[in-house]
């Protein structure tokens, strides 16, 4: 069963939306009867650079295209479109370059391409991804491209242009592609809903459009999954793609316009987000909106920080507090909370929040239970790596009867451990550990020290330590 991208592939320029830049100067190559001899297509993913190679192959090769005074589309119905759509012309070669990266695969196609076609009027050789390739494989394509027979187009993709070599490029037509407008992934998403009979709401339709960033392709992957349950609504794409509800969005930027941070950590510490990226993209999104008219350098700003968040956001292993610092960067300037340089740190007259002495100094922990607790942690550790990093921050404080006294330095890291699904997870693991009845305590200390328990030592481990030091007879 094929996906709703592979269904609704164009097949035709005219169904190359958005990228008139593209389209026209391939048209007017096809009119005139001189198309490039090596044509470079670059952009994002999902814009249809493969497509627009493919449908390039079909009209080059066309026997009743249908052509116009400004367009040329291929019929898709003549025997050599048929063999190009059905991937059985044999003069139609695509290489993922991915998967077929090195010299002795460049070598083989110099030696296909050293022949004229054999049905077709034209061999089109197609490479996706052609940075993938390896130095020496460039070299060796450079050289076909230099001397192509009449008969040979070659058509390179790729969405990371400065790895393709100076002088591969310089021997090529270059087209990019733009970043689809919402409008335009707009118009392709309600086009496959209805002929896929997939109710969609406006507005979750205009959310759909926007989370697919600019992707044809990932905004049908997502249709499609969403399609499956029924009417796609507002709720249901929040909750697909792990980002808050609007009106959570809107909460989280009060308080940053109102440099609360207070109410910023209890709106973060109670929202489910999953994708923290997507979050501080469309929180960026949301205060630029709201201060661009008043304070236009301070939404230039924020979408700075905005963007700088979302790209580390991706792949922090803290993402919440990605997201904590980048809001904090985004409150108005006047407003933020001016911390002390490293040389100001250093003076007698920074003051120092000291805690009673009792909350900073671990009580005596039996040694069985600190061994336990150890143990714990490095499970969780292992076997959920975003739970584990968080409770590695943690200091067992204290125990008391079966209750074990845990420290976090930050509310929400508190709250993280104390909800679905870490909650769950922590509990079963204490049960296999500890046993029945046992449960955890949280206690948030903001300035908590970062040193282990004192564990009571033991009389065998005390005996050892003496005989070291202890001078032989």
């Known amino acids: 069963m094929s996906s709703l991208a592979s269904n609704y592939r164009p097949l035709i320029f005219a169904d190359l939306l958005g990228q008139g830049s593209v389209v026209r100067p391939l048209q007017q190559a096809l009119l005139k009867g001189s198309p490039p001899h090596a044509t470079l297509l670059t952009g994002g993913r999902g814009l249809g650079k493969t497509s627009t190679a493919r449908i390039f192959a079909r009209a080059l090769c066309c026997m009743n295209p249908h052509a116009a005074a400004a367009s040329y589309e291929p019929c898709n119905t003549c025997a050599a479109c048929l063999s190009i759509l059905q991937e059985s012309a044999n003069d139609v070669l695509e290489i993922d370059a991915a998967s077929n990266r090195g010299i002795d695969d ?6 296909l391409v050293a022949y004229p076609p054999s049905l077709l009027k ?15 494989a460039f070299n060796a394509l ?4 230099e001397e192509p027979r009449d008969t040979t187009v070659f058509i390179l993709a790729t969405t990371e242009l400065h790895k ?9 037509q270059l087209f990019s592609y733009t970043t689809a407008s919402v409008d335009t992934i707009k118009q392709a998403l309600s086009r496959a809903a209805v002929q896929e009979n997939v109710s969609i709401e406006p507005a979750a339709l205009t959310l759909l459009a926007q989370s697919a960033a600019g992707s044809y392709r990932d905004a049908l992957m997502l249709l ?12 249901s794409v929040h909750e697909q793609l792990g980002v808050p509800a609007r009106t959570v969005i ?27 990226d997507q979050c501080i993209s ?20 924020i979408v700075l920080v905005g963007t700088e968040g979302a790209l580390l956001a991706k792949n922090a292993p803290l993402p919440e507090l990605v997201l904590l610092s980048t809001c904090i960067r985004m409150m108005p300037q006047e407003q933020q909370i001016t911390l002390p340089t490293i040389q100001e740190a250093h003076q007698p007259n920074v003051p120092v929040i000291e805690l009673p002495e009792e909350v900073l100094e671990p009580k005596d922990i039996p040694p069985d239970i600190f061994g336990q607790w150890q143990q714990l942690v490095r499970e969780i550790q292992a076997e959920h790596p975003m739970i584990g990093s968080v409770l590695s921050q943690s200091v067992l404080h204290a125990t008391e009867d079966t209750t074990l006294f845990v420290h976090v330095r930050y509310a929400f890291h508190a709250t993280k451990l104390d909800r ?8 079963d693991k204490i049960v296999a550990l500890f046993g029945q009845g046992w449960m955890i305590n949280y206690r948030t200390v903001p300035n908590l020290p970062r040193r282990e328990p004192k564990r009571a030592l033991s009389s065998q481990n005390a005996a050892a330590a003496v005989a070291i030091f202890t001078p032989s007879a």
């Open 106 to 111: 460049i070598r083989n196609l110099k030696e």
């Open 122 to 136: 034209y061999r089109v050789v197609i490479i996706d991804e052609v940075h993938m390739l390896t130095n020496e």
């Open 142 to 145: 450079l050289k076909t491209l």
């Open 164 to 172: 393709v070599p100076l002088t591969i490029r310089s021997r090529c």
């Open 224 to 235: 499609e999954q969403l399609g499956s349950r029924g009417t796609i609504t507002v709720a």
């Open 250 to 276: 809107a909460g989280i930027a009060q308080a940053i316009q109102a440099a609360d941070t207070t109410s910023l950590t209890e709106v973060i510490a109670q929202a489910s987000i999953t994708k923290y």
């Open 282 to 301: 469309s929180l960026t999104e949301f205060l630029y909106h709201k201060t661009v008219d008043t304070n236009p350098h301070h939404a230039a700003r």
């Open 420 to 427: 679905e699904p870490a909650k769950k997870i922590l509990h």
